[in-house]
C-alpha cells in the first residue's frame, strides 16, 4: 500500500435473537444501518451471531441439546438465500465493508464461518473456523486454508479470525504471511465463572497478543447474555445459574496492544467506534515483521496449504467463490428506502 488512510471502524456488543434467523437478519441489518450513520467503513459483528452461539453444548448431553440442535440446523445461513441477501443490501445501501459470524449450512453440515461483505454489496468471501473447540465439534465442521482470506481494500488488508483461533501460533502467522492489518476477531460472551478459561478477561488477553504479534488494529466483537437467550434453551436452575446477564467485552486495540476508543459496560448492548490511522502500523513493522524480516526461515518455517479440502472433490476446483451484488438478488423482497443524505 502507498496510502495509509484514516477511518472509523466499530465492533458490535450485542444479543442475537436466539435460533431466529430472520430476526437475528433483521437486528444484524439495523446494526450495520447503526454503525454506518455515526461514520464506520468497516464493521465487525461476534461469533456466531447469527442465529446464535449453541451454548447448550455446555449445559447437558447430546439427548438434551438435539431439539436445539434442530433449531439451529433450520435457522442456518445458506448462500446464496434471502439471508444472504439482506446482509448485502445492508452492505451496499451503507456502502461499507462489514464482516458478520454465522452458522452456515453447505450440503448436509454446519460451519462456523465469517462472511465478509463489501460496499457494493459482493460477498466477497468468507473463513470458516478451521477447527471447532471442545464441544463445539458436535455442532460445526471444519474449515480449511481455502478459507482464510485476507482481502486488499481501500481501507487495508482485512482479515479475520474466531475465538480460539487467536491462540493457535499457526494460525497467528498464516495471518501475518498476508500482511493482514485491520482484523476481525469475533467472539461469543467471556463465561462468568471466575477464572474461567473462557472468562473475557482471557479472551481480551489472547486478542491484544494478536494484535502485537502481527502489528494490526483488532476490532473485538462481542455477544452479551440475555434473559431472552436463558428462557429460550435453558430447562433447570442449574443451567440458568451458568449464564449471568451480560459479559460482553466489545473494544478495538491498536497494534500496541492498547485500547482504542472506550469499551461499553460489559452488560451494555451497542456498539464500539474507534478512529485509526493505518500509518500507526508501520513502526510496529519497523520492530518486528514476523513473517518478515523477523522470520527464521532457515530452520523455523510454515507450509500453509490454501487448496480446498473435500471429502468429494470436483475437478477442476479452484479459489473459493465471491458472489457479486447482482449474483445475490436472486429474490424481490421489499427493499428498504435508502437513509437521508447517504452517499
Not at 500500500?1 to 444484524?28: C, E, F, G, W
Not at 443451567?239 to 486495540?253: D, E, L, S, W
Not at 469499551?263 to 485509526?276: R, S, T, W
Request: aromatic share 10%; charged share 20%; glycine share 8%.
Amino acid at each position: 500500500m502507498s496510502d495509509y488512510p484514516k477511518y472509523r471502524v466499530a465492533a458490535v456488543q450485542a444479543s442475537p435473537v436466539m435460533l431466529d434467523l430472520n430476526a437475528t437478519i433483521d437486528k444484524t441489518c439495523r446494526l450495520v444501518d447503526e454503525a454506518a450513520s455515526n461514520g464506520a467503513k468497516v464493521i465487525a459483528f461476534p461469533e456466531a451471531y447469527i442465529p446464535g452461539y449453541p451454548w447448550w453444548i455446555w449445559m447437558g448431553n447430546a439427548d438434551y441439546g438435539m431439539k436445539h440442535f434442530i433449531d439451529l440446523y433450520k435457522n442456518a445461513v445458506e448462500i446464496p438465500s434471502l439471508a444472504v441477501q439482506r446482509l448485502s443490501e445492508a452492505a451496499r445501501r451503507n456502502r461499507v465493508y462489514f464482516c458478520v459470524s454465522v452458522t452456515e449450512k453447505e450440503g448436509g453440515s454446519l460451519y462456523l464461518t465469517q462472511l465478509w461483505f463489501d460496499p457494493s454489496g459482493a460477498l466477497i468471501g468468507k473463513h470458516r473456523k478451521l477447527k471447532a473447540t471442545n464441544a463445539e465439534k458436535t455442532i460445526w465442521g471444519d474449515g480449511d486454508g481455502s478459507m482464510m482470506p485476507v482481502f486488499e481494500t481501500e481501507y487495508g488488508n482485512l482479515g479475520g479470525l474466531q475465538c480460539w483461533e487467536h491462540l493457535i501460533p499457526l494460525n497467528v502467522a498464516a495471518m501475518a504471511s498476508m500482511n493482514e492489518q485491520v482484523h476481525v476477531a469475533s467472539w461469543p460472551i467471556g463465561l462468568p465463572q471466575e477464572g474461567h478459561l473462557f472468562g473475557a478477561e482471557q479472551c481480551v488477553i489472547a486478542t491484544r497478543y494478536y494484535a502485537m504479534t502481527n502489528q494490526v488494529f483488532c476490532l473485538l466483537a462481542s455477544q452479551i447474555w440475555t434473559d431472552e437467550q436463558r428462557d429460550r434453551i435453558c430447562e433447570s436452575d442449574e443451567q440458568r445459574a451458568m449464564m449471568q446477564n451480560g459479559h460482553g467485552f466489545a473494544r478495538i486495540i491498536g497494534p500496541n496492544g492498547l485500547d482504542v476508543g472506550s469499551p461499553l459496560a460489559h452488560d451494555e448492548e451497542g456498539i464500539v467506534y474507534a478512529d485509526i490511522d493505518l500509518e500507526q502500523i508501520i513502526p510496529g513493522k519497523f520492530l518486528i515483521d514476523t513473517a518478515g524480516h523477523y522470520s527464521t526461515p532457515g530452520y523455523l518455517s510454515l507450509s500453509f496449504d490454501r487448496t480446498p479440502h473435500q471429502a468429494v472433490k470436483p475437478i477442476g476446483g479452484g479459489s473459493q467463490q465471491a458472489w457479486s451484488y447482482e449474483a445475490l438478488q436472486f429474490a424481490n423482497p421489499a427493499k428498504p428506502a435508502e437513509p437521508a443524505g447517504r452517499k
